[in-house]
């Protein structure tokens, strides 16, 4: 069965400092993969989709930055992290189908942000 | 509003009573989809109407979609206690556009026991 892992599951981090949060999914391949990013009690904010390795797509233009160095690995990044960052962030993926509607997505257990 | 926008932003209600969430959207869609989160966690996928569905039933769960109205609806019947957590509604976009969902605000469901 396919699993996702997101970590770390909470972080504090001061004002400056840089940022890498990394998702791994196992169990299929080629899947799109999404970050997101999540404020107290509100929505989903999409930061970065992938469609394959290398490929990026940024929703939301700010200081943070999305790889894909392997098929089911996806980092986010931030060289110098503002307040502003704080949030939970979420990792999720879905099954890539050629043109199809976009399917499910599957999401990893998040990871919390705390800047000071 | 925003693309796949919820309401009421919270509900509450006694066990055993049925729980209707609304949701609401502006552009064309391929599929709207419903999701959960229990405080802390991941987002859930509930289930997936397409476009030309009108309504779906998964257990508890019933989803209407109306594509006149851009509007869709999902009823949980005979809550529970552990159904409390928040419920998002997504709308994908018709094929070949943008590869990505656009989820809604949520509504915060409060089930007392």
């Known amino acids: 069965s396919q699993t996702i892992h997101q970590w770390p599951a909470t972080l504090v981090q001061p004002v400056g400092s840089p940022l890498s949060l990394e998702c791994t999914v196992e169990?299929?391949?080629?899947?799109?993969l999404y970050w997101y990013r999540q404020a107290a009690g509100r929505g989903l904010q999409l930061l970065f989709y992938s469609v394959g390795i290398g490929q990026i797509s940024s929703e939301v233009p700010q200081n943070l930055s999305a790889s894909r160095p392997q098929d089911r690995q996806f980092i986010l990044s931030s060289k110098k992290l503002l307040l502003s960052d704080s949030g939970f962030y979420l990792c999720?993926?879905?099954?890539?189908?050629?043109?199809?509607?976009?399917?499910?997505?599957?999401f990893g257990d998040g990871t919390r942000l705390s800047i000071l | 509003s925003q693309q796949g926008e919820e309401d009421p932003q919270a509900l509450s209600i006694q066990e055993g009573e049925n729980a209707t969430m609304n949701c609401s959207y502006k552009t064309s869609i391929n599929n709207l989809q419903w999701y959960r989160q229990n405080s802390g966690r991941g987002l859930v996928h509930l289930i997936l109407?397409?476009?030309?569905?009108r309504e779906k039933h998964s257990g508890r769960l019933r989803v209407t979609l109306d594509t006149s109205k851009k509007s869709s609806s999902l009823l949980i019947t005979a809550s529970r206690a552990a159904d409390t957590a928040s419920y998002f509604c997504?709308?994908?976009?018709?094929?070949?556009?943008?590869?990505?969902?656009?989820f809604g605000s949520g509504t915060r469901l409060q089930v007392q026991p």
């Open positions: 169990g299929t391949s080629n899947p799109n």
């Open positions: 997504a709308t994908a976009p018709p094929n070949g556009g943008r590869r990505a969902l656009t």
């Open positions: 999720a993926w879905s099954v890539r189908m050629g043109t199809d509607a976009l399917r499910p997505q599957h």
């Open positions: 109407i397409r476009s030309n569905e």
